[in-house]
């Protein structure tokens, strides 16, 4: 199994060099670069996040249009071309792409990730600024899904057709339909002073002045402030799951081995945990790593913007609008680098449920 980790470790920096290269590939093509944002507004207009979707004037969404079809070059009539000249060196865009790409994979490889166009700060300490709450939504998320999820299937499977797993389906479906972000606001109108009762905050993951908090305080703020944003995540992302592990014990259940095992007059529990359970949850630990970087990410990216928690989905959000490709890059990096090591944990996995697994003998 050493030996199958080792290989795996070394197979993830080919395929990180494969994301960056595609990632800085298509950004090149992506029109309202940095140095045309710039000019625009010297120009006078705006270019952010608001001109984009409706916060800006009509002449603001007109130049966001007309400096996504322009070169840097025809954007900047009007300007010293010597300035225009400096402001393509301030990004580093008067270096030929090939140079800058192999540059910034050189860097990548000490986590040295550039600095941002915007907030003037290293790109690695603002992802560590941000990390925070980013784990703190998809671990706990996550966990909970799953220690929800895997007993809730486990039963229906069981209890098939009964009136158990016919009233858990109806509220499962209703979790499945309803996206999180209504959940939460419909959380903010019952607990957070929306219109009923004012029981939890709306914003941050700590109050004011949590430095002269004892450990016990602090971590009860904490899980005070967490409670709703993590609630609004679970209730909607169980579902998916609980029917994933319902199917795959059911698909177990019905097997000739399983017939086998209970008629050499073993208990219901040993056939279902000693010899079902392990067969069955290989399906539902295969989509782990998926599950894990969708909550981590684009799962709560909108949650984020609700409860006010600024983590890593909206500050990859918000630096994909204003072209920030420093951050971009950086955080695509860094969930890309998550993504390929909770793979091989899954692998990890797969043998200790299964040990009859053996990826080394397999060659992969």
Same mark, same amino acid.
């Given at each position: 199994?050493?030996?199958?980790?080792?290989?795996?470790?070394?197979?993830?920096?080919?395929?990180? /060099?494969?994301?960056?290269? #595609?990632?800085?590939?298509?950004?090149?093509?992506?029109?309202? !670069?940095?140095?045309?944002?710039?000019?625009?507004?010297?120009? %006078?207009?705006?270019?952010?996040?608001?001109?984009?979707?409706?916060? !800006?004037?009509?002449?603001?969404?007109?130049?966001?249009?007309?400096?996504?079809?322009?070169?840097?070059?025809?954007?900047?009539?009007?300007?010293?071309?010597? &300035?225009?000249?400096?402001?393509?060196?301030?990004?580093?865009?008067?270096?030929?792409?090939?140079?800058?790409?192999?540059?910034?994979?050189? @860097?990548?490889?000490?986590? @040295?990730?550039?600095?941002?166009?915007?907030?003037?700060?290293?790109?690695?300490?603002?992802?560590?600024?941000? +990390?925070?709450?980013?784990?703190?939504?998809?671990?706990?998320?996550?966990?909970?899904?799953?220690?929800?999820?895997?007993?809730?299937?486990?039963?229906?499977?069981?209890?098939?057709?009964?009136?158990?797993?016919?009233?858990?389906?109806?509220?499962?479906?209703?979790?499945?339909?309803?996206? @999180? /972000?209504?959940?939460?606001?419909?959380?903010?109108?019952?607990?957070? %002073?929306?219109?009923? &009762?004012?029981?939890?905050?709306?914003?941050?993951?700590?109050?004011?002045?949590?430095?002269?908090?004892?450990?016990? *305080?602090?971590?009860?703020?904490? +899980?005070?402030?967490?409670?709703?944003?993590?609630?609004?995540?679970?209730?909607?992302?169980?579902?998916?799951?609980?029917?994933?592990?319902?199917?795959?014990?059911?698909?177990?259940? @019905?097997?000739?081995?399983?017939?086998?095992?209970?008629?050499?007059?073993?208990?219901?529990? *040993?056939?279902?945990?000693?010899?079902?359970?392990?067969?069955?949850?290989?399906?539902?630990?295969?989509?782990?790593?998926?599950?894990?970087?969708?909550?981590?990410?684009?799962?709560?990216?909108?949650?984020?913007?609700?409860?006010?928690?600024?983590?890593? !989905?909206?500050?990859?959000?918000?630096?994909?609008?204003?072209?920030?490709?420093?951050?971009?890059? !950086?955080?695509?990096? #860094?969930?890309?680098?998550?993504?390929?090591?909770?793979?091989?944990?899954?692998?990890?996995?797969? #043998?200790?449920?299964?040990?009859?697994?053996?990826?080394?003998?397999?060659?992969?």
């Amino acid at each position: 199994m050493l030996a199958y980790i080792l290989k795996r470790l070394l197979l993830i920096i080919p395929t990180l /060099f494969g994301i960056l290269l #595609v990632s800085f590939t298509i950004i090149q093509f992506v029109p309202g !670069g940095p140095v045309e944002q710039m000019i625009a507004q010297l120009q %006078g207009h705006s270019v952010d996040a608001t001109a984009r979707f409706g916060g !800006g004037t009509a002449s603001d969404v007109s130049m966001v249009q007309s400096t996504g079809s322009e070169s840097a070059y025809e954007a900047s009539k009007g300007l010293d071309p010597e &300035f225009s000249a400096e402001l393509e060196k301030l990004y580093g865009f008067d270096k030929p792409v090939h140079v800058r790409f192999f540059e910034m994979v050189g @860097n990548y490889l000490t986590f @040295n990730l550039g600095t941002s166009y915007y907030r003037d700060i290293d790109v690695f300490d603002l992802v560590l600024e941000k +990390m925070p709450v980013s784990i703190s939504l998809g671990l706990w998320s996550t966990i909970i899904i799953y220690l929800v999820s895997i007993p809730l299937g486990i039963r229906k499977a069981v209890k098939d057709g009964e009136s158990f797993d016919i009233w858990t389906s109806a509220v499962i479906f209703i979790g499945y339909a309803i996206p @999180n /972000f209504l959940f939460a606001i419909l959380l903010i109108i019952l607990f957070a %002073g929306g219109r009923y &009762f004012d029981l939890f905050p709306l914003r941050g993951i700590l109050s004011d002045g949590w430095q002269d908090m004892s450990t016990l *305080q602090l971590i009860a703020d904490y +899980m005070w402030h967490m409670t709703l944003p993590i609630l609004s995540i679970v209730i909607s992302g169980f579902a998916s799951l609980t029917l994933l592990t319902k199917n795959s014990f059911l698909d177990e259940i @019905n097997k000739q081995y399983v017939l086998t095992a209970r008629a050499k007059g073993l208990t219901e529990k *040993q056939v279902l945990y000693k010899h079902v359970f392990r067969n069955a949850m290989l399906i539902v630990i295969a989509g782990f790593p998926a599950a894990f970087i969708s909550i981590f990410f684009t799962g709560s990216l909108l949650i984020e913007v609700i409860f006010s928690l600024d983590g890593l !989905g909206l500050l990859g959000y918000e630096s994909i609008i204003n072209r920030d490709y420093p951050v971009v890059l !950086g955080t695509l990096y #860094v969930f890309s680098l998550i993504g390929l090591l909770m793979t091989l944990v899954r692998d990890i996995v797969y #043998v200790y449920v299964d040990p009859r697994i053996d990826f080394e003998s397999r060659g992969t």
